[in-house]
């Protein structure tokens, strides 16, 4: 087991899917208590089956994610999962796709964080965020997805500081490639890709080891973080051959 023998009440977004969704189900194997926000019907009533309280809920609706959550006692551990991606193919640039991807991981973050955190406060928990590895260099036509995972890590690194001083802890995931529905859209190579259970197994054990920033596999995400130290011309060629259709 990954966690704290100790019972946790744990809210999960974006759980009826991908990497939020192994999360949930895993987590209930070990016995915690989950409430798991999402939108698909099948999938929430999966994991009520499995003993998850379930929330079908529009994490774009402020109010009503500041009302649903508000209904909840306690939250020890928030896992902010939810997001989508879009492609921009130039040189068409698809503002209202590129606002699109921004409004919902912004949004969805930003409205669970604002609804949760009373309770984070109250029980001394812990806040995660999930952005990408795709954040730490830049990659043709992920300039949307891109762009709104570097404002997830900028925004979780601000808020590390920020909560501090009220004794809630803040972790940023950095996944590389992990086999969910969102990736199956990509047409180009995806080295290193991990399975659910992999990326679950990875975020659980960051978390309960109290890591500040839980990164996937190292054998991708180190070099991509140290390409992104390079001249632009190195990266930009990289990004453009792994980016070639």
Same mark, same amino acid.
């Given at each position: 087991?990954?966690?704290?023998?100790?019972?946790?009440? *744990?809210?999960?977004? #974006?759980?009826?899917? $991908? !990497? &939020?969704?192994?999360? /949930?189900?895993?987590?209930?194997?070990?016995?915690?208590?989950?409430?798991?926000?999402?939108?698909?019907?099948?999938?929430?009533?999966?994991?009520?089956?499995?003993?998850?309280?379930?929330?079908?809920?529009?994490?774009?609706?402020?109010?009503?994610?500041?009302?649903?959550?508000?209904?909840?006692?306690?939250?020890?551990?928030?896992?902010?999962?939810?997001?989508?991606?879009?492609?921009?193919?130039?040189?068409?640039?698809?503002?209202?796709?590129?606002?699109?991807?921004?409004?919902?991981?912004?949004?969805?973050?930003?409205?669970?964080?604002?609804?949760?955190?009373?309770?984070? *406060?109250?029980?001394? #928990?812990?806040?995660? $965020? !999930? &952005?990408?590895?795709? /954040?730490?260099?830049?990659?043709?036509?992920?300039?949307?997805?891109?762009?709104?995972?570097?404002?997830?890590?900028?925004?979780?690194?601000?808020?590390?500081?920020?909560?501090?001083?009220?004794?809630?802890?803040?972790?940023?995931?950095?996944?590389?490639?992990?086999?969910?529905?969102?990736?199956?859209?990509?047409?180009?190579?995806?080295?290193?890709?991990?399975?659910?259970?992999?990326?679950?197994?990875?975020?659980?054990?960051?978390?309960?080891?109290?890591?500040?920033?839980?990164?996937?596999?190292?054998?991708?995400?180190?070099?991509?973080?140290?390409?992104?130290?390079?001249?632009?011309?190195?990266?930009?060629?990289?990004? $453009?051959?792994?980016?070639?259709?």
């Amino acid at each position: 087991m990954t966690n704290s023998p100790k019972k946790q009440h *744990i809210l999960i977004t #974006g759980a009826t899917s $991908g !990497i &939020g969704n192994q999360l /949930a189900k895993d987590y209930l194997l070990d016995d915690h208590h989950v409430y798991a926000v999402g939108r698909d019907d099948a999938a929430l009533a999966e994991l009520k089956s499995l003993g998850a309280e379930t929330i079908d809920l529009d994490l774009m609706d402020r109010e009503q994610v500041i009302e649903a959550f508000d209904k909840i006692d306690v939250v020890d551990l928030a896992i902010c999962g939810a997001g989508m991606c879009e492609y921009l193919d130039m040189p068409n640039f698809d503002s209202a796709s590129f606002m699109k991807v921004m409004s919902v991981n912004m949004g969805t973050l930003s409205h669970a964080i604002e609804g949760v955190l009373p309770k984070l *406060i109250a029980s001394k #928990g812990c806040l995660v $965020g !999930i &952005g990408s590895a795709s /954040a730490y260099v830049p990659f043709a036509r992920a300039e949307a997805y891109g762009s709104s995972k570097a404002a997830i890590h900028y925004l979780m690194k601000t808020l590390q500081i920020s909560l501090a001083p009220h004794d809630v802890s803040v972790s940023l995931v950095v996944p590389g490639f992990v086999e969910t529905p969102m990736t199956k859209q990509n047409d180009f190579p995806m080295p290193f890709i991990q399975t659910p259970a992999q990326a679950s197994q990875a975020i659980r054990d960051g978390i309960a080891s109290g890591h500040d920033v839980i990164e996937f596999p190292k054998k991708l995400t180190l070099p991509l973080k140290a390409l992104g130290t390079l001249p632009d011309l190195v990266w930009q060629q990289v990004s $453009g051959k792994l980016n070639k259709k």
